[in-house]
């Protein structure tokens, strides 16, 4: 996804001697309900999430950005009725995400994530996908999660990384029809 070709695993392995391919392929992040859904986005084959339970993932149809926003305010609030640390607001690039950031940032508290971010500040905080891969939050919302904004192979993967990001709650918005990936399509 950056330009850089992908090498597998075991052609690195063969330069060295003596190396040897370890794959992990248990899930721990996130409950088995998100990882099902995870599962659904983008299939792993021999990926097993840890026996931990939890709500199923929430889909919201929003229409616009007023639906969207007032999906948001429902999500921080069952966020803050949870004891939660973390709220990760995740929309598909950079420039959403500070658009984003700014019109929730009238209300709440929460901070946008960018490459000048170097702590990760906890509490609400609002991000693009790029930004959000290897972190992980008690609870995420996933933002325009639909077929416009995820259509193609690359934003199969954004999904992807998008929905992993999620440890016990996640909550997946859409304009007019979840994208067809979140079906398993």
């Known amino acids: 996804m950056d330009g850089r070709p992908v090498v597998a695993p075991e052609a690195v392995a063969a330069r060295y001697p003596g190396a040897r391919v370890v794959r992990l392929m248990t899930s721990y992040r996130s409950t088995c309900e998100i990882a099902e859904l995870a599962s659904r986005v983008l299939p792993v084959a021999g990926l097993t999430p840890v026996q931990r339970h939890g709500a199923p993932p929430r889909f919201v ?7 969207v926003l007032a999906a948001v305010e429902e ?8 004891g939660h640390r ?15 950031a700014e019109l929730i940032g009238r209300v709440h508290e929460a901070a946008l994530i960018t490459d000048e971010t170097d702590t990760y500040p906890g509490g609400i905080v609002v991000t693009s996908v790029r ?3 290897g972190l992980e939050f008690d609870e995420a919302v996933l933002l325009d999660a639909d077929g416009c904004q995820y259509a193609d192979e690359a934003d199969r ?16 918005l859409y304009r007019d029809e979840p994208s067809p990936f979140l079906r398993g399509e």
Do not use: P
């Open 61 to 67: 149809r929003c229409g616009d950005t007023a639906g």
């Open 131 to 133: 930004l959000a891969k």
């Open 157 to 172: 993967h954004l999904l992807y990384v998008a929905v992993t990001r999620a440890m016990h709650g996640l909550t997946v």
């Open 86 to 100: 973390t709220l990760g607001i995740i929309a598909k690039s950079d420039f959403l995400a500070a658009r984003y």
């Open 75 to 82: 999500a921080v609030a069952r966020w803050e009725a949870s």
